[in-house]
Nanobody
Framework: QVQLVESGGGLVQAGGSLRLSCAASGRTFSIYNIGLGWYRQAPGKEREFVATINWSGSSTNYADSVKGRFTISRDNAKNTVYLQMNSLKPEDTAIYYC????????WGQGTQVTVSS
């Protein structure tokens, strides 16, 4: 089993930046060659896709709402995936989670991102 632990969230003003990290532990060999992604859930809303990255990091995909502002990356040696978030907006406020691109891993606790206007 793989455990995912997200970190790096916080309170930031609109226009600010945050860098989220998601560290995997346990059977990490099982995620080495799969796509990983970031997802978020705002209060009262469904969890939604934010970004995904393939196993090598050579291909990424973003939700239209974050394209040009967020950057996903991964370090396979550290079993970690990152999300650099720039030009943050109040509508980016949510709990952010990582998972596989197929969302088949157990969800972690997530990390809260709050953007004030």
């Amino acid at each position: 089993q793989v455990q995912l632990v997200e970190s790096g969230g916080g309170l930031v003003q609109a226009g600010g930046s945050l860098r989220l990290s998601c560290a995997a532990s346990g059977r990490t060999f099982s995620i080495y060659n799969i796509g990983l992604g970031w997802y978020r859930q705002a209060p009262g809303k469904e969890r939604e896709f934010v970004a995904t990255i393939n196993w090598s990091g050579s291909s990424t995909n973003y939700a239209d709402s974050v394209k040009g502002r967020f950057t996903i990356s991964r370090d396979n040696a550290k079993n970690t995936v990152y999300l650099q978030m720039n030009s943050l907006k109040p509508e980016d406020t949510a709990i952010y989670y990582c998972n596989s691109a197929l969302r088949h891993l157990s969800w972690g606790q997530g990390t809260q991102v709050t953007v004030s206007s």
